[in-house]
């Protein structure tokens, strides 16, 4: 049975940073693509940043230069380095796992208020 957790979310002022964890279980870590996806109140879910099984990166405009996704293939862990947060950045943040069949774990909640 495949499982995501995510962790690292919680209340951040402008301007600070925060690091998003997602830990993967049941599933050949090192075969699947990764991603963070973010639904904020009233929007739809939008990608934030993937990984591929080689390392490839790529980002939505909004977040880059400020964001950076990286895994260990090692320790099954896909991460979200999230620098200079702004408040458009609040939102529910998602870890999304992809090796032919999609998988999502239930989110973490980053808020980005003074």
């Known amino acids: 049975q495949v499982q995501l957790v995510e962790s690292g979310g919680g209340l951040v002022q402008p301007g600070g940073s925060l690091r998003l964890s997602c830990a993967a279980s049941g599933i050949m870590f090192r075969i699947a693509a990764m991603g963070w996806y973010r639904q904020a109140p009233g929007k739809e879910r939008e990608l934030v940043a993937r990984?591929?099984?080689?390392?490839?990166?790529n980002y939505a405009d909004s977040v880059k230069g400020r964001f950076t996704i990286s895994r260990d293939n090692g320790k099954n862990t896909v991460s979200l380095q999230m620098n200079s947060l702004k408040p458009e950045d609040t939102a529910v943040y998602y870890c999304?796992?992809?090796?032919?069949?999609?998988?999502w774990g239930k989110g973490t909640l980053v808020t980005v208020s003074s």
């Open positions: 999304r796992l992809f090796d032919g069949t999609i998988y």
């Open positions: 990984i591929t099984t080689d390392g490839t990166t």
